[in-house]
C-alpha cells in the first residue's frame, strides 16, 4: 500500500542584525565573505519568519513556496543550493537505515510568513532562510548541529547563518575555497546579556532601490576605503565586539556598532557610483542618538544601520525610560509602541529640527530586544492533507 502521509515540520525563526556588518563576498556562487561579523539575535516575540515544510509521496510536481499568502519562484541558484545540500543529508540518513520513508524523493511543500515588512532593510532573508533550513531539517530528521546547518544557510543567505543560534552570534569568514569554514558559532547566550534592548524606527516599508548583492560587488570592485575595512577595520572590531560582549561593557559595545555602521556606510558611498542606504532620516537618527548621549554624559545609545534607512537603537533595559520616553514624545502618534511606553519619562527633549525629521520621517517602531534562536513549533501553515492553512 502507497504511502500517503503527509509528513510536516514547523519552525520560527529570528532576525539578527548585525554591530559588525558583513559586506563584500570573495566567492559569490558559495556565499563567502571578505569578512567575518557579529550580530545581535532579536527577539521572535516581535520579529520572526513561521515556517513550515512538508513533503509527501501523493505531493506532484516541483517544490513549491508560499510567502506570505504568494507563491515564490524558488528555482534560482542559492534557494536550490539550500535543498539540494538537505536532500543529500537526508540521502545519507536514508541510506543508514532503509526501512526510513525516502522523503528524500518526494516533492516540497513550504509556507512561509513573516510578521514584518519583507525586503525593506529588516533582514528578511536572514530569518527566511534560517527558518526554511531549520524546518527543513527538521522534516528530515537530520542530525546537524546549528553550526553545521549554517553552512547550508549561508548558502541562500549569508546573514541567515547567524539566524540558526539566539544570543551574541559570530559568522567567521573562513579560509577554504570550499567554504566548510564559513559558519557561524556562539558567541554568548542571551542569557548572557538579556538586558539588550533595541528599538527600530522604520523609515521605509518600500523594497530597497540597490539590493544588498548587488551592492556588495559594487563595493568590492570599486570602493578605494574597501580593502582598509577588511584587512583592518573589521578584524579589530571583531576583537574589541567580543571582549564587550563578554565583559557586558556597553559603553565599549556601543561604539564598536556605531563606529562599524559608519565604515560600513562609507565604505557605501565610496563605492563607484555610490550607494546611499541611509537616508535624511536615518541621520537624524543617528543625530537624536548623538545627543541623547551628550545630555546624559555617557554613552547609553547606539545606533547601527544595515543596507537600508532603518535605524535599530540598542541600550540596556536600565535606560529604557530615557531611551523609549525621548523618542516617544516625537514619535507618540506612529503605532508599534508597547503598552507602558508613554509612561516612559525622560529629560531630554530632541531639537526641533531633529525632532521633525523624525516625526514626518518614521512609519513605524518596533521595540525588542535580544532573543533566542530557531524554535520548533505545532503551529502548522500546511494542514494534514496537505493544502495551505487559510488564516
Not at 545630555?295 to 537600508?308: E, L, N, P, Q
Not at 527633549?349 to 533566542?372: F, P, W
Request: charged share 25%; proline share 4%.
Amino acid at each position: 500500500m502507497a504511502d500517503t502521509k503527509v509528513y510536516r515540520a514547523s519552525t520560527t525563526a529570528p532576525v539578527n542584525i548585525a554591530v559588525v556588518k558583513y559586506w563584500g563576498k570573495r566567492d559569490a556562487k558559495l556565499n563567502l565573505p571578505t569578512n567575518s561579523s557579529i550580530s545581535v539575535t532579536l527577539s521572535q516575540d516581535d520579529l520572526r519568519t513561521l515556517t513550515t515544510a512538508s513533503t509527501s509521496a501523493s505531493f506532484s510536481g516541483d517544490d513549491t513556496l508560499l510567502l506570505n499568502g504568494e507563491a515564490s519562484d524558488i528555482s534560482g541558484a542559492r534557494t536550490q543550493a539550500c535543498l539540494r545540500e538537505l536532500r543529500a543529508r537526508r540521502q545519507a540518513v536514508e541510506a543508514a537505515n532503509p526501512d526510513l520513508p525516502k522523503l528524500s524523493t518526494y516533492p516540497l511543500k513550504l509556507v512561509s510568513e513573516n510578521n514584518f515588512p519583507t525586503a525593506a532593510g529588516l533582514a528578511s532573508s536572514a530569518a527566511g532562510f534560517a527558518a526554511l533550513v531549520r524546518a527543513v531539517a527538521d522534516l528530515y530528521e537530520l542530525p546537524e548541529t546549528p553550526s553545521d546547518l549554517s553552512l547550508i544557510a549561508r548558502q541562500g543567505s549569508g546573514s541567515a547563518c547567524r539566524s540558526l543560534f539566539g544570543g551574541y552570534v559570530a559568522w567567521r569568514q573562513g579560509e577554504r575555497l570550499d567554504g566548510v569554514d564559513s559558519r557561524a558559532d556562539l558567541v554568548a547566550e542571551a542569557a548572557h546579556w538579556p538586558e539588550m534592548r533595541a528599538l527600530i524606527l522604520v523609515v521605509s516599508a518600500a523594497k530597497k532601490g540597490v539590493s544588498s548583492s548587488s551592492g556588495m560587488q559594487q563595493t568590492v570592485a570599486t570602493s578605494g576605503m574597501f580593502k582598509e575595512r577588511i584587512t583592518k577595520v573589521v578584524p579589530e572590531n571583531m576583537r574589541l565586539m567580543e571582549q564587550a560582549i563578554a565583559a557586558r561593557d556597553f559603553p565599549k559595545f556601543a561604539e564598536v556598532t556605531m563606529r562599524d555602521s559608519n565604515s560600513f556606510h562609507a565604505t557605501c558611498a565610496d563605492t563607484y557610483p555610490p550607494i546611499f542606504y541611509l537616508n535624511d532620516v536615518s541621520k537624524a537618527a543617528i543625530r537624536a542618538v548623538e545627543y541623547i548621549n551628550a545630555k546624559a554624559g555617557k554613552t547609553i545609545a547606539a545606533y547601527t544601520f544595515d543596507a537600508g534607512p532603518n535605524a535599530v537603537i540598542y541600550y540596556e533595559e536600565k535606560d529604557a525610560a530615557t531611551i523609549l520616553g525621548t523618542f516617544y514624545q516625537t514619535l507618540s502618534h506612529i503605532q508599534g509602541w508597547k503598552e507602558g511606553s508613554a509612561d516612559a519619562k525622560s529629560d531630554v527633549s530632541l531639537e526641533e529640527s531633529v525632532a521633525s525629521v523624525l516625526k514626518d520621517g518614521i512609519t513605524r517602531v518596533i521595540q525588542t530586544g535580544v532573543g533566542e534562536g530557531p524554535t520548533k513549533t505545532d503551529e502548522f501553515l500546511i494542514a494534514e492533507d496537505g493544502s495551505p492553512v487559510k488564516r
